[in-house]
Antibody
Framework: QVQLVQSGAEVKKPGASVKVSCKVS????????MHWVRQAPGKGLEWMGG????????IYAQKFQGRVTMTEDTSTDTAYMELSSLRSEDTAVYYC????????????WGQGTLVTVSS | QSALTQPASVSGSPGQSITISCTGT?????????VSWYQQHPGKAPKLMIY???KRPSGVSNRFSGSKSGNTASLTISGLQAEDEADYYC????????????FGGGTKLTVL
């Protein structure tokens, strides 16, 4: 059973960066393909990027390329998502999600991290 | 990559069946059997209900079923129950030249 525990809520000013963590238990990070999904208040789900097991690389959605970096610390089984040049439209709940048993079904989600961008 | 198209809302009475459609293109839904569906209650993380078009994760009720025809996927919920009231999102792999994933805009299900 995979468990994902994310870091706490953040408040950032426009132009700043935020780094959200996602601690994995039950599996090691090397056994998982981690994805990040965000949800603006009252809006739908938006895929930001994730690990492509075919190529062994992390792929970012075109919308976020150049602003997002997803990294992993396999020594602590913690995944990170850093988003830079924040603007008010980046105010959202950010989720990490994965599933070791399905092809592109995300059966395990973190609890979500609210990032608020406000001056 | 445009979001997949879902109806904004659907409704049904307890015991009835409803179907939520999810329309994509030949670059996503039409090309891959990698459509998934998520249920989300207010303030909660999404829950996987269907993956690979029609497979149910362990623990998901068999009242939930998925299918696909051409560029359109569908989620059917039979025997509607009050607790089914939630937002539902479809999702598809959309890789061609590069790995990509796209979600639908979401459908609010109201149980009358």
């Amino acid at each position: 059973q995979v468990q994902l525990v994310q870091s706490g809520a953040e408040v950032k000013k426009p132009g700043a960066s935020v780094k959200v963590s996602c601690k994995v238990s039950g599996y090691t990070l090397t056994e998982l393909s981690m994805h990040w999904v965000r949800q603006a208040p009252g809006k739908g789900l938006e895929w930001m990027g994730g690990f492509d097991p075919e190529d062994g690389e992390t792929i970012y959605a075109q919308k976020f390329q150049g602003r997002v970096t997803m990294t992993e610390d396999t020594s602590t089984d913690t995944a990170y998502m850093e988003l830079s040049s924040l603007r008010s439209e980046d105010t959202a709940v950010y989720y990490c999600a994965t599933d070791p048993d399905t092809a592109m079904g995300l059966g395990y989600w973190g609890q979500g991290t609210l990032v608020t961008v406000s001056s | 990559q445009s979001a997949l198209t879902q109806p904004a809302s659907v409704s049904g009475s307890p015991g009835q069946s409803i179907t939520i459609s999810c329309t994509g293109t030949s670059s996503d839904v039409g090309s891959y059997n990698l459509v998934s569906w998520y249920q989300q209650h207010p303030g909660k993380a999404p829950k996987l209900m269907i993956y690979e078009v029609s497979k149910r994760p362990s623990g998901v009720s068999n009242r939930f079923s998925g299918s696909k025809s051409g560029n359109t996927a569908s989620l059917t919920i039979s025997g509607l129950q009050a607790e089914d009231e939630a937002d539902y999102y479809c999702c598809s792999y959309a890789g061609s030249s590069t790995f990509n994933v796209v979600f639908g805009g979401g459908t609010k299900l109201t149980v009358l």
